[in-house]
């Protein structure tokens, strides 16, 4: 079992924000990009932040997007897609969304749209 399974989703959260701040995006995009993987509205995502939700419970509740498959590429050195692990591969889902928005791509196409 990986050490991310069990670290809050709150505690990474500020990572993804600063990331995508600091590349000219914003916070709301990131929900949004958030939103479209988890189905986590913005009232569902706050209590899981407040709640210190961890990984494994926060991708438990979630309902993953059917256009998730369509995910695909390298996040740190390993190729989403071929990922074993069903919530690895959900978290690695996450941050290959959070890599594109942070690269500039159009929200068009990091949703899959």
């Known amino acids: 079992m990986s050490r991310i399974f069990t670290t809050s989703f709150a505690s990474v959260y500020p990572h993804y924000v600063t990331k995508v701040e600091r590349k000219g995006r914003t916070k709301a995009e ?23 939700t961890t990984f494994e419970d926060f991708f438990g509740d ?23 692990d069903p919530l690895m591969q959900k978290i690695r889902y996450l941050d290959k969304l959070v890599d594109e928005l942070a690269k500039g791509k159009s929200m068009e196409k990091v949703l899959r749209a």
Do not use: K, M
């Open 30 to 52: 990131l929900d949004q990009v958030i939103e479209w993987l988890t189905g986590f509205d913005e009232s569902a995502l706050s209590e899981h932040l407040q709640a210190g």
């Open 62 to 84: 979630a309902r993953l997007n059917p256009g998730a498959s369509l995910i695909t590429g390298v996040v740190c050195g390993v190729r989403v897609e071929e990922v074993e």
